[in-house]
């Protein structure tokens, strides 16, 4: 093959009179007679190539042929175009063809290669060779290459040591489910892919590692949300003999580096901390979107004595009375609208949704009745009133009014469209508890992980009264996601096992469990911390884009399968039998049922796009 001149894209007026060799994919084929313009496509975008009668029978009879998605080589000269296309980068030129070969013919795409073509999911994953190829997805896959160049650069700058960790671990159940892989030649045990290097990482702590960091492959067998994948990568550093603010100077540097190299921006630093405590109260939420304001505010002292019995018996049980103010929501929502938002929070056990308007100096709607003179005037300067707002309050538990407003708080932003676009705001969130309440568990789990260092106090706290206890971790938040998180890590085996003892371990299960971990901080382990920020997620945000699986070139769907190999997918008895797996019989006839289905699909795809002959 003959050396490409550049990409498509990038043929600009600076190859004006230049004879160019480009190679790509007919994006369209537009044929007026005696002329015929061809869109050549690849990464980098598009190139108009034009041919016309006096280039000669031949050629023209060659272009006549061509079909969208063909893969050619084109030879010519790049000329000015008649007419400028202001909105492509290589608006200002065409290429007069003097040769055109095609490498490959193609069938017609079962959807166009553009963007913005309504195409179901199901059909963009199975033929996601195709998806790809469409401009917006292949610039954000570029975007992500971009963010792990930077990454590669600054941890070399700074001393970081590249170091990957095993994909085949030991199963730790504490987290989110693993999976898990059949060992041969250990029949009945089980290696688990990792969730994260978490001990690795620390374990190369004591190893002398003193700053590690890894483009980590991670693992978790959890239900799939627009953010998640089963599969994930995660920038993951680890550094010794440092405190919280070291570990936030690095990520605050990677982030800078990251933010200019790939964005152009140039991120301001430090970045500002708030407190979990500051985080739930405002904003509702551990992970605060801080690019608006309307702000949660604690209504309880207003209400205290308030004649509305839902108010006054929700405080005298201990709850609280909290609400945010809708600027122009007064005339944005109506009666309707705000009881559909009060049907949604009652997954968050939201016994009901109270609201007032205030226009012309007046307040209506269903809670009005119930101000006094002294409520309205305390509420006006609460919110700093001015008129057009919509007020909407809980009355609940503490934590059923955070969820219940933080949801109300993002989806009036996005309603009312004050949430500024392409603009990126960092915040460290500080000060953690060190445990929480899982409902669905019904027990305290670690809020961070089990490995996560107490401060002072909360190390005296772990044996009397753990729940109350602080760590010493810190999550980096950006545009309301959580784009990663890290603390100070327990280095001494006495505080180690007071976690494990508070999170309910036997001193039997911790052993199997973690023994390797408590033997080795009696080695002589150095104090250390680190974080990790998932690159996809951070990938997914800078792109601006709604799905993570924007992002990876081979996601899986949201229901955790792979359309276009069809995985998960049944395998041979003989390779169960190596395994010393046997499937149960209950799952037999399913199992069956997906393998009769998939050489179904086999042998219809072969059907229709096969040329191979028996």
């Known amino acids: 093959m003959e050396k490409r001149t550049n990409y498509c894209g990038n043929i600009t007026a600076d190859y004006l009179g230049q004879e160019v060799n480009l190679y790509g994919w007919v994006q369209r084929v537009r044929n007026l007679g005696n002329l015929?313009?061809?869109?050549?496509?690849?990464?980098?975008?598009?190139?108009?190539?034009?041919?016309?009668?006096?280039?000669?029978?031949?050629?023209?009879?060659?272009?006549?042929?061509?079909?969208?998605?063909?893969?050619?080589?084109?030879?010519?000269?790049?000329?000015?175009?008649?007419?400028?296309?202001?909105?492509?980068?290589?608006?200002?030129?065409?290429?007069?063809?003097?040769?055109?070969?095609?490498?490959?013919?193609?069938?017609?795409?079962?959807?166009?290669?553009?963007?913005?073509?309504?195409?179901?999911?199901?059909?963009?994953?199975?033929?996601?060779?195709?998806?790809l190829r469409r401009p917006s997805l292949q610039n954000a896959i570029i975007l992500r290459a971009k963010i792990l160049q930077a990454t590669h650069e600054y941890f070399d700058q700074n001393g970081f040591i590249n170091i990957e960790t095993p994909v085949l671990g030991k199963s730790s159940p504490e987290g989110a489910r693993d999976y898990l892989v059949p060992s041969r030649i250990y029949p009945g045990s089980f290696y688990a892919l990792p969730q994260s290097p978490q001990l690795f990482k620390q374990l190369l702590m004591g190893?002398?590692?003193?700053?590690?960091?890894?483009?980590a492959r991670c693992f978790r067998d959890e239900d799939l949300r627009g953010d998640r994948q089963p599969e994930f990568t995660q920038i993951d550093l680890e550094?010794?003999?440092?405190?919280?603010?070291?570990?936030?100077?690095?990520?605050?540097?990677?982030?800078?580096?990251?933010?200019?190299?790939?964005?152009?921006?140039?991120?301001?630093?430090?970045?500002?901390?708030?407190?979990?405590?500051?985080?739930?109260?405002?904003?509702?939420?551990?992970?605060?979107?801080?690019?608006?304001?309307?702000?949660?505010?604690?209504?309880?002292?207003?209400?205290?004595?308030?004649?509305?019995?839902?108010?006054?018996?929700?405080?005298?049980?201990?709850?609280?009375?909290?609400?945010?103010?809708?600027?122009?929501?007064?005339?944005?929502?109506?009666?309707?609208?705000?009881?559909?938002?009060?049907?949604?929070?009652?997954?968050?056990?939201?016994?009901?949704?109270?609201?007032?308007?205030?226009?012309?100096?007046?307040?209506?709607?269903?809670?009005?009745?119930?101000?006094?003179?002294?409520?309205?005037?305390?509420?006006?300067?609460?919110?700093?009133?001015?008129?057009?707002?919509?007020?909407?309050?809980?009355?609940?538990?503490?934590?059923?009014?955070?969820?219940?407003?933080?949801?109300?708080?993002?989806?009036?932003?996005k309603e009312t469209g004050i949430i500024p676009k392409h603009q990126f705001d960092f915040v460290w969130v500080v000060d953690w508890p060190l445990f929480e309440y899982d409902e669905g568990l019904g027990r305290w789990i670690a809020a961070h992980h089990p490995f996560t260092m107490p401060d002072d106090e909360g190390i005296k706290l772990l044996e009397t009264d753990p729940h109350k206890a602080?760590?010493?971790?810190?999550?980096?938040?950006?545009?309301?996601?959580?784009?990663?998180?890290?603390?100070?890590?327990?280095?001494?085996?006495?505080?180690?096992?007071?976690?494990?003892?508070?999170?309910?371990?036997?001193?039997k299960r911790a052993y199997e469990q973690f023994g390797y971990l408590l033997e080795a901080l009696d080695m002589g382990f150095p104090p250390h911390a680190g974080l990790a920020i998932g690159l996809d997620r951070f990938a997914m945000l800078l792109a601006e884009k709604d799905n993570i699986r924007d992002v990876l070139a081979f996601p899986k769907n949201a229901n955790a399968s792979e359309p276009m190999m069809h995985a998960p997918a049944p395998v041979a008895e003989q390779q169960l039998t190596d395994l010393g797996i046997e499937v149960e019989e209950q799952y037999q006839e399913d199992v069956a049922k997906i393998d009769q289905s998939l050489q179904e699909q086999a042998m219809k795809d072969y059907a229709v796009h096969s040329t191979w002959e028996e």
């Open 36 to 131: 015929i313009f061809i869109d050549l496509r690849d990464r980098e975008g598009i190139v108009q190539v034009v041919i016309n009668h006096d280039s000669g029978k031949e050629l023209m009879a060659t272009a006549e042929a061509l079909g969208n998605e063909y893969v050619i080589q084109v030879k010519g000269q790049v000329v000015k175009r008649s007419s400028v296309n202001p909105d492509m980068k290589t608006g200002e030129v065409e290429v007069e063809a003097s040769e055109v070969v095609v490498l490959n013919k193609a069938q017609v795409p079962p959807f166009e290669i553009k963007d913005n073509v309504e195409v179901g999911e199901q059909t963009r994953l199975k033929y996601r060779y195709l998806d």
């Open 207 to 215: 190893a002398g590692f003193d700053k590690y960091y890894q483009l």
């Open 239 to 413: 550094t010794s003999f440092t405190d919280e603010q070291q570990v936030q100077d690095y990520t605050e540097g990677l982030l800078k580096k990251i933010m200019k190299d790939v964005m152009g921006i140039d991120l301001k630093t430090p970045i500002d901390r708030i407190t979990w405590q500051e985080a739930m109260d405002n904003y509702g939420t551990d992970k605060p979107d801080i690019r608006f304001g309307m702000l949660i505010h604690d209504l309880s002292p207003i209400f205290k004595k308030s004649d509305f019995k839902v108010f006054a018996s929700a405080i005298e049980n201990g709850g609280f009375v909290k609400g945010i103010a809708v600027k122009n929501g007064a005339k944005t929502y109506s009666r309707k609208q705000i009881e559909k938002k009060q049907e949604y929070i009652e997954r968050f056990h939201a016994k009901g949704l109270a609201w007032v308007k205030f226009e012309d100096g007046e307040f209506t709607g269903p809670v009005s009745r119930f101000l006094t003179a002294e409520n309205q005037s305390a509420l006006i300067e609460e919110f700093a009133l001015t008129g057009g707002e919509l007020l909407l309050f809980v009355a609940d538990k503490w934590k059923v009014c955070c969820d219940s407003l933080d949801h109300l708080r993002r989806e009036c932003a």
């Open 470 to 507: 602080h760590a010493r971790s810190y999550d980096i938040v950006m545009n309301g996601d959580e784009l990663g998180g890290g603390s100070i890590r327990i280095h001494k085996r006495s505080i180690q096992e007071k976690m494990l003892k508070a999170l309910g371990f036997s001193k």
